[in-house]
């Protein structure tokens, strides 16, 4: 909690909720305590925000009465926090066309950089190995494996290609199509999605850093990520 809070464990000794969290405010609480009181259990996602900071929190918890004497005297639970799959599904939700989708998808679950999504060309796609081979930072040669999202994801973008993109790069400038995006267009394009989604601009590499921690938290092993 002190890490949520953004605060050394000592000060957060002796203080009231309240002046830590901003929302759930006191009355949003205890209008859904008789509810859980005769339920004496609750599962759902609760929102988050501290006052310390700006940002929102997601947490899906699991909470349950504790009994005594046949009345509820306290409450244990677990929760885990899923603010980056919220904000990711959010993403893609906005995504409205098929190159936006397949980019964002790109970023999100293989964790590519903007110059790597931005270098893309059909012939990095290995349709029989399911793999995605490209160029990497320092001109090192990568390959990863392609995901049934990512992988529907480039056939989407496949079938909604325009018939005036002939190059060889996978994404395509929306208002010229004959010619590939670039970094600069793949920047705007994140920033522009962001600002619908979530209220706020959000940087490239920050889709890197959620993929790197969805993989993370999936795996529990830094190697692998």
């Known amino acids: 909690f002190a890490e949520l809070a953004e605060l050394p464990f000592s000060d957060l000794l002796g203080r009231n909720l309240e002046s830590i969290i901003e929302e759930p405010t006191r009355e949003m609480a205890y ?49 885990r926090d899923v603010r980056y799959e919220r ?27 903007v110059s790597e999504v931005a270098g893309l060309r059909l012939s990095n796609i ?3 190995e399911q793999v995605l081979r490209f160029q990497g ?37 929306l208002r010229n ?3 590939p995006i670039t970094r600069w267009g793949l920047w705007r394009m994140v920033r522009r999605l962001g600002l619908k989604a979530l209220g706020r601009p959000v940087h490239p590499h920050q889709l890197r850093h959620t993929c790197g921690s969805a993989l993370y938290r999936r795996y529990g092993d830094i190697a692998i990520v």
């Not at 005769?38 to 947490?59: A, C, D, N």
Request: proline letters at 4%; one cysteine or more; aromatic letters at 6%.
């Open 31 to 79: 209008r859904a305590l008789p509810r859980f009181v005769e339920r004496r259990f609750w599962q759902g996602i609760l929102r988050i925000r501290m006052r310390k900071t700006s940002g929102v929190r997601y947490f899906d918890c699991t909470l349950r009465g504790v009994v005594k004497d046949g009345k509820v005297v306290g409450v244990s639970g677990l929760a």
């Open 87 to 113: 904000e990711s599904e959010a993403l893609r939700q906005v995504a409205t066309n098929a190159r936006d989708r397949c980019a964002i998808s790109a970023m999100l679950d293989l964790g590519l950089r």
């Open 126 to 128: 290995d349709w029989s």
């Open 137 to 173: 930072k320092g001109g090192r040669h990568a390959e990863l494996p392609l995901s049934s999202r990512v992988r529907s994801a480039i056939e989407h973008a496949l079938r909604h290609r325009p018939p005036t993109a002939t190059h060889d790069h996978l994404l395509w400038n």
């Open 177 to 179: 199509p004959s010619k």
